[in-house]
């Protein structure tokens, strides 16, 4: 429940307060955002990091993430050309969360499909331990569509 706490203050940005609430497509597990991701997020335009953490939380399959929007790292495709990206807005690469066990699920989450590179990645990591962490997150989440992501992280 403490985890679950702390994300609700933070969703996309995780540095404002969560002050709005979208409708996802998942009734039980709204969006929860500041003003300016909000906006963001109805004009298809978060910043990648923003895109990230969003679908390490509600999965990209939702609409307002999904493909047609954002590519697998989550550039907008929408966003105007004179917008720069910082160093600090990017979203995680591979190479990044491969040896942390718990940003490496997160960055399988984020992913449309699940490439050899993260599976080999995964593999990379104690059984167990993922084993344990899929649980752990499986009983946390409401979201029907992470669940059915770590159900086939598992295989
Ligand atoms: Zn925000």
Same mark, same amino acid.
């Given at each position: 429940?403490?985890?679950? %706490? ?7 940005? #995780? &540095?404002?307060? /969560?002050?709005?609430?979208?409708? +996802?497509?998942?009734? #039980?597990?709204?969006? !929860?955002?500041?003003?300016?991701? =909000?906006? *963001? ?5 978060? *910043?990648?990091?923003? %895109? ?5 939380? =509600?999965?990209? &399959?939702?609409?307002?993430? =999904?493909?047609?929007?954002? $590519?697998?790292? $989550? !550039? ?11 160093? +600090?807005? @990017? ?19 984020? *992913? %449309? ?9 995964? @593999? !990379? ?7 344990? +962490?899929? @649980? ?6 409401? =979201?029907?569509?992470?669940? +059915? *992501? /770590?159900?086939?992280?598992? $295989?």
């Amino acid at each position: 429940m403490k985890i679950m %706490w702390t994300t609700t203050l933070y969703e996309a940005c #995780q &540095k404002n307060e /969560m002050n709005v609430v979208e409708a +996802s497509d998942e009734p #039980q597990q709204p969006f !929860q955002l500041c003003q300016q991701c =909000h906006e *963001r997020l109805l004009t298809y335009s978060l *910043r990648p990091i923003e %895109w990230y953490n969003l679908a390490v939380l =509600h999965s990209p &399959k939702q609409f307002l993430l =999904h493909d047609d929007f954002y $590519g697998e790292d $989550g !550039q907008a495709f929408q966003l105007e050309e004179e917008v720069i990206i910082t160093k +600090s807005e @990017k979203a995680p690469t591979l190479q990044a969360v491969r040896h942390d066990l718990e940003s490496l699920l997160d960055f399988s989450i984020t *992913r %449309w499909f699940l490439e050899d590179d993260v599976i080999d990645a995964l @593999k !990379q990591h104690d059984q167990q331990k993922i084993l344990a +962490s899929i @649980k752990s997150r499986f009983n946390e989440t409401e =979201h029907a569509e992470v669940k +059915s *992501r /770590m159900v086939r992280n598992r $295989g």
